[in-house]
């Protein structure tokens, strides 16, 4: 490969991996599982990760690796934009309940009331529901 070639990489900080680009890999990753689906990816600029049937189901991916912390900004920050939807979901890449069990639960006792405003679930749960 030549020089001018690799001039045209670029390498992304280890702040826009964390908080843009890892985070993408498991929201396409769903949309993917979907398929056939009326679904849309980023749906009104974004108030959803993936939006199933228009505005029945808002389906959001957090990859926060610490259950309290996720509960934590969930209560400070609310559910923003994802609210306009009938039915909310909050998921999460599995691996985080392969190595921490209890991470749901301690997902929802640290969430406080928006427990009573969406469904947690491992994105594995939300692809064995929703996938046609």
Do not use: C
């Not at 680009?21 to 929201?27: D, K, L, Q, T, Y």
């Not at 039915?87 to 969430?111: G, H, K, N, T």
């Amino acid at each position: 490969m030549s020089l001018e070639a690799l001039s045209t990489y670029r390498v992304a900080s280890s702040w826009a991996m964390d908080f843009w680009i890892a985070p993408g890999f498991h929201e396409v990753a769903l949309y993917d599982a979907l398929e056939g689906r009326e679904r849309s990816l980023y749906p009104a600029r974004d108030a959803a990760d993936i939006s199933l049937e228009d505005v029945s189901v808002g389906i959001d991916v957090k990859t926060y690796a610490s259950p309290y912390l996720l509960g934590q900004h969930l209560q400070h920050a609310g559910l923003g934009r994802l609210a306009r939807y009938a039915r909310r979901i909050i998921a999460y890449p599995d691996v985080f309940e392969q190595r921490r069990p209890a991470y749901r639960r301690i997902l929802m006792d640290s969430a406080g009331p928006i427990t009573n405003e969406a469904e947690f679930k491992p994105v594995s749960e939300v692809i064995e529901e929703f996938a046609a």
